[in-house]
């Protein structure tokens, strides 16, 4: 598991994956990213922060070099993180993506990124789990609830078990 020392969250960079393809899950993700930046942590929401076709430099940009820039920029800020939060019942692959990228990341450099699921919809994708194996094995902890995930940011790895998965 993560010993990585969160108590002082200033610095601390969180990459918030999550879906975007409702306005509800755009507005969650705005809503838990602005409590985590009150909070005092400093938060990557590609939705917000990341490529998007109708901003500069952007939007002079083809799609194919667009999606070229939105790789490079969400790659960069994966590896920048210092904690991973994946939200979501069922990540997409983008998402699964950007977990493997993080996950791959800590273990080849014996890192102390702090990889986290957000997990709100009690609905099971698998018989016996809610996740599949390959999402929820690299996570070193999955909540179930905002204030679940703002407590584990808040305490230092070793008491961060509390209320997990």
Same mark, same amino acid.
Request: aromatic share 8%; net charge negative; with cysteine.
């Given at each position: 598991?993560?010993?990585?020392?969160?108590?002082?969250?200033?610095?601390?960079?969180?990459?918030?994956? $999550?879906?975007? /393809?409702?306005?509800?899950?755009?507005?969650?993700?705005?809503?838990?990213?602005? !409590?985590?930046?009150?909070?005092?942590?400093?938060?990557?929401?590609?939705? *917000?922060?990341?490529?998007?076709?109708? *901003?500069?430099?952007?939007?002079?940009?083809?799609?194919?070099?667009? !999606?070229?820039?939105? /790789?490079?920029?969400?790659?960069?800020?994966?590896?920048?993180?210092?904690?991973?939060?994946? &939200?979501?019942?069922?990540?997409?692959?983008?998402?699964?993506?950007?977990? $493997?990228?993080?996950?791959?990341?800590?273990?080849?450099?014996? @890192?102390?990124?702090?990889?986290?699921?957000?997990?709100? &919809?009690? *609905?099971?994708? /698998?018989?016996?789990?809610?996740?599949?194996?390959?999402? *929820?094995?690299?996570?070193?902890?999955?909540?179930?609830?905002?204030?679940?995930?703002?407590?584990?940011?808040?305490?230092? @790895?070793?008491?961060? $078990?509390?209320?997990?998965?």
């Amino acid at each position: 598991m993560a010993s990585l020392i969160l108590g002082a969250c200033r610095d601390v960079l969180i990459y918030l994956a $999550g879906p975007l /393809f409702s306005e509800a899950e755009r507005r969650f993700n705005l809503e838990l990213a602005h !409590r985590l930046e009150a909070t005092g942590f400093d938060v990557f929401l590609p939705q *917000r922060d990341g490529v998007e076709r109708d *901003r500069p430099p952007y939007d002079t940009m083809t799609p194919e070099e667009r !999606r070229h820039a939105m /790789f490079h920029l969400d790659r960069t800020r994966i590896l920048d993180a210092d904690v991973f939060v994946l &939200d979501g019942r069922i990540p997409d692959e983008g998402a699964c993506v950007e977990l $493997g990228i993080a996950y791959y990341q800590k273990y080849l450099q014996n @890192g102390e990124k702090l990889l986290l699921g957000l997990h709100t &919809d009690t *609905r099971a994708a /698998f018989i016996g789990g809610r996740l599949n194996p390959m999402v *929820r094995i690299p996570l070193d902890y999955v909540v179930d609830d905002e204030e679940t995930l703002l407590r584990l940011l808040a305490e230092q @790895g070793s008491s961060a $078990g509390a209320g997990t998965e």
